[in-house]
């Protein structure tokens, strides 16, 4: 059985102006971590509860390989842009190796998610086959303590979770402060999807509850030696999908999450003013949370870094809250499996790469096959999605020269951070 774990749960005031709260520049911030953390504890230790049937004293670590478990927080945090610049976010953080079977242990969870949240989420691996259980608790806002706003996760596209499950605040549990849910999932249907807050969808998303995630098909795991229509599978052979005869087949995959955030927006979200929603515009187009030259940096614990504003003054080596690299690498005649999606909420983006074709071989987690089963694979230089729509293209190297190729945006004003003339959305691709 699934539950939701008790909280705090006032609705949230809207009535948002510069005199309600001074810039957190102007808090002392030793003191407001404090209370918060204080408080984060009272109600942490009931509302901690992370259900994994197989995770032991109350982690979301599962010890069979037929359920997967994982436990996020939700709060805010901070990001680093392309041009150096430190934004205000919302996101996810993940706990899942955090034990819970105590009261220490749950203030814990809750004390550790403070400002820990990443853009993007972090990502979300599955399996076909796998049960998925899912644990969301909401910690809080550090930096806007005068917010109570709840969360969900939605599992975006996926076409067989229930209602409760779905994340949607209208027919689903949002969680509170102090709460937590328990999603559950079973992963029958292989491809690239995404998931994301669904509560006050603009704003949440805009902030940064955004994610990549992706479910493996079974057909990774057969016999060695299996025929599939001429082509022999070997163990550790893997696939995008249950293609039955090797067409989809890669050998390195790399999760391209597009997405952008609107400067002002940001700004004005954490120093208390109004919101712009109608005057939304996206300068800082990212891919995997990242602004070029930072995408194309390998790091994925310390870079770009993140301070964290004044509320990390005194501890500046925090982790980054970016920890998706975007560096594309290969061996000459490897085929790379690029798992494309995009969660911008303002723009459509069109993502080139002049130097290496692209097959495309799924579209919104299905793989591209009519009916009587003949392919619909197609090649192409650019791909073009829309908000919420995910692409599956595979870059065959054979017969490349070794070097760097770029894959970026056609659209050519976000090739840019903010007022830089350089920069955005755009990545490296380096054949070994």
């Known amino acids: ?257 597009l997405g952008s955030f609107d400067g002002a927006f940001h700004d004005a979200s954490e120093s208390v003013q109004p919101l712009p929603f109608a005057l939304m515009r996206d300068d800082y187009p990212m891919i995997n949370g990242r602004g070029y030259p930072h995408t194309a940096d390998a790091r994925e614990d310390t870079f770009p870094p993140t301070p964290g504003s004044a509320a990390n003054a005194d501890n500046p080596q925090i982790p980054t809250a970016q920890q998706v690299s975007s560096l594309i690498q290969a061996n000459p005649g490897e085929k790379i499996l690029l798992r494309i999606s995009n969660l911008a909420i303002t723009r459509y983006y069109t993502l080139q790469s002049p130097g290496i074709k692209m097959k495309v071989v799924g579209r919104d987690a299905k793989l591209l096959r009519a009916p009587n089963g003949s392919d619909l694979y197609y090649e192409t230089n650019s791909v073009t999605l829309g908000g919420g729509e995910s692409i599956d293209v595979i870059l065959d190297t054979t017969g490349l020269n070794s070097g760097t190729y770029v894959l970026y945006t056609s659209n050519l004003n976000y090739l840019s951070n903010a007022e830089e003339p350089f920069g955005g959305m755009m990545t490296e691709i380096v054949i070994n």
């Open 1 to 257: 059985m699934i539950t939701l774990s008790g909280g705090l749960g006032p609705a949230r005031d809207n009535g948002i102006g510069g005199d309600m709260m001074k810039t957190k520049k102007q808090y002392s911030i030793k003191l407001l971590i404090g209370v918060l953390c204080l408080s984060g504890a009272a109600i942490g230790n009931a509302g901690v509860l992370v259900q994994c049937p197989t995770g032991i004293n109350g982690n979301a670590v599962s010890t069979d390989p037929a359920v997967k478990c994982m436990h996020l927080t939700a709060g805010d945090g901070f990001a680093t842009m392309g041009d150096g610049t430190t934004r205000y976010i919302f996101g996810f953080a993940d706990v899942s190796a955090m034990e819970t079977s105590s009261q220490l242990q749950k203030d814990a969870v809750i004390t550790t998610g403070i400002l820990a949240h990443q853009w993007p989420a972090p990502t979300i691996e599955l399996n076909e086959g796998q049960e998925f259980y899912l644990s969301l608790t909401n910690v809080g806002m550090l930096i806007r303590p005068d917010l109570f706003d709840a969360h969900t996760i939605h599992f975006h596209g996926y076409p067989q979770s229930s209602t409760v499950f779905d994340g949607l605040p209208e027919s689903g549990v949002s969680i509170n402060m102090g709460s937590t849910l328990t999603y559950y999932f079973k992963l029958n249907d292989p491809g690239t999807y995404m998931y994301h807050c669904h509560v006050e969808a603009t704003e949440h998303m805009q902030m940064g509850m955004l994610g990549n995630l992706y479910i493996k098909p079974l057909q990774n795991q057969l016999p060695n030696a299996s025929d599939l229509n001429g082509f022999t599978h070997q163990t550790g052979f893997q696939y995008a999908y249950n293609d039955g005869d090797g067409s989809t087949f890669y050998d390195v995959e790399y999760p391209i999450q």
